[in-house]
């Protein structure tokens, strides 16, 4: 990410901790695995843009995979 100009600010294990890291931080952007465990993803996502600091919410959708 460096490499790019970007920084990792943080990492979180659930959408609750993705919430409450956000908060202080103010990232421009957050990535979110649909299935990150706790409350669900939108109303993470949600709160995130509700704070109002520009954050912006990418949420990754893992698809299963297949030998070719």
């Known amino acids: ?11 979180a294990g659930d959408c609750v901790e993705a ?3 956000a908060a202080p931080e103010h990232p421009d952007l957050v990535l979110m695995d649909l299935r990150m465990p706790g409350v669900d993803v939108g109303s993470a996502t949600a709160s995130i843009v509700a704070a109002g600091h520009g954050t912006r919410v990418l949420v990754l959708v893992p698809l299963p995979t297949r030998s070719l």
């Open 1 to 11: 990410w460096e490499a790019q100009g970007s920084e990792v600010a943080g990492e």
């Open 19 to 21: 919430v409450e890291r």
